[in-house]
């Protein structure tokens, strides 16, 4: 196996991580992750051996799917029409499963550009350069995302002062 190839595979769990983050769609999530994969070995050449290996593959990847929300008109078909995630299949049966399924439903919720910026800085751990060089944007644009991002995740998780009540069913 080639040097690329094993530099490419350390990167595949993560890069399944994002597309399935971003399509919440097993299938679509395999087609860009191998779409990915194609394009950067086709373009090898094309990237610079001192940017970052892992930032080029996600802007590979992130590029891929804006492409084909946009081809295949199902970006916004990523939600339902009236704002509410589905519930999950299979109830959780641990509080830190509970938690994780919360944090899930609420990043479904946050607007895509919004979650994009969040799950790349908070959950891959890139730099607000790297995110803003991964996404197209400028670097103000993604620390705005992702604040206003952070506050609605905040408020989707925290309890309701006046009601009482938390903002997401938590089953005890």
């Given at each position: 196996?080639?040097?690329r190839?094993?530099l490419?595979?350390m990167?595949?769990p993560?890069?399944?991580?994002?597309?399935?983050?971003l399509?919440?769609?097993?299938?679509?999530?395999?087609?860009?992750?191998?779409?990915?994969?194609e394009r950067?070995l086709?373009?090898w050449?094309?990237?610079?051996?001192?940017g970052?290996?892992?930032?080029?593959?996600?802007?590979?990847?992130h590029?891929l799917?804006?492409n084909?929300?946009?081809?295949r008109?199902r970006?916004?078909?990523?939600?339902?029409?009236?704002g509410?995630?589905?519930?999950?299949s299979?109830p959780?049966?641990q509080?830190?499963?509970?938690?994780?399924?919360?944090l899930?439903?609420?990043?479904q919720?946050?607007?895509?550009e919004?979650r994009?910026v969040?799950?790349?800085v908070g959950v891959?751990?890139?730099?607000?350069?790297?995110?803003?060089?991964?996404?197209?944007?400028p670097i103000g644009?993604?620390m705005?995302?992702?604040?206003?991002g952070r506050?609605?995740?905040?408020?989707?998780?925290?309890t309701d002062?006046?009601?009482?009540?938390?903002?997401?069913?938590?089953?005890?």
């Amino acid at each position: 196996m080639s040097d690329r190839n094993s530099l490419i595979e350390m990167e595949l769990p993560r890069l399944r991580r994002f597309a399935w983050a971003l399509t919440r769609d097993p299938d679509w999530a395999d087609d860009l992750v191998q779409d990915c994969i194609e394009r950067a070995l086709s373009r090898w050449s094309s990237w610079r051996g001192d940017g970052s290996l892992r930032a080029w593959l996600f802007a590979i990847l992130h590029n891929l799917f804006a492409n084909g929300a946009r081809r295949r008109g199902r970006f916004r078909a990523l939600f339902r029409s009236d704002g509410e995630v589905p519930e999950s299949s299979t109830p959780a049966t641990q509080q830190s499963s509970m938690g994780l399924r919360d944090l899930d439903l609420a990043l479904q919720q946050l607007p895509p550009e919004q979650r994009q910026v969040v799950l790349l800085v908070g959950v891959e751990g890139f730099s607000y350069a790297e995110v803003a060089t991964i996404i197209g944007s400028p670097i103000g644009t993604v620390m705005s995302r992702l604040s206003r991002g952070r506050e609605r995740l905040r408020g989707l998780l925290a309890t309701d002062e006046a009601g009482g009540g938390p903002v997401l069913r938590r089953i005890k």
